[in-house]
């Protein structure tokens, strides 16, 4: 059974029975206010990733390992710092075949230079295969500073 066009179309209703209906409002103010939580929240989140992964104030690249004899690795680095009038101090660390930290030395960077170059050697207490900087900061532990 087909049907036809005046069984398909919308009812039309009586004018004036059910009101004029809603006014068309404008929902130009909703696009702005979501337009501006989405920029606030955009800015906190780039404030955030600045801060946490912008360079470091004092950063410390390997140059150069070697092991030494007695379960020893002697590692060159260089240390770059952004105020070269404060002390620092660098982490570095020997480690293992399995790639365990086997060995830990926290090396004091004095105030100087704003590029360094420094040795030290890690003793270990197995055999080490590598050495590499673990971390720099300009927080001195007060055995590492000098009176």
């Known amino acids: 059974m087909a049907r036809g066009p005046a069984e398909t179309a919308a009812p039309v209703l009586p004018e004036g029975r059910y009101g004029s209906g ?4 404008s929902r130009r103010w909703r696009r702005w206010l979501f337009l501006a939580i989405a920029l606030l ?8 990733a600045y ?3 912008g360079a470091a104030p004092i950063d410390a690249e390997r140059i150069a390992f070697s092991e030494k004899p007695g379960n020893a690795m002697e590692i060159t680095i260089n240390v770059t710092r952004d105020d070269d009038s404060r002390p620092g101090v660098c982490i570095v660390r020997a480690r293992d075949k399995t790639g365990a930290e086997s ?3 926290e090396l004091l960077i004095p105030a100087g230079a704003k590029y360094s170059r420094m040795t030290t050697t890690i003793k270990s207490i197995g055999e080490p295969v ?3 900087v673990f971390g720099c900061s300009y927080d001195i532990p007060r055995y590492l500073s000098t009176p």
């Open 22 to 25: 809603r006014a068309p409002t």
């Open 41 to 48: 929240v955009s800015g906190v989140i780039a404030w955030v």
């Open 51 to 53: 801060i946490n992964l």
């Open 103 to 105: 060995g830990r030395k």
């Open 130 to 132: 590598t050495a590499d």
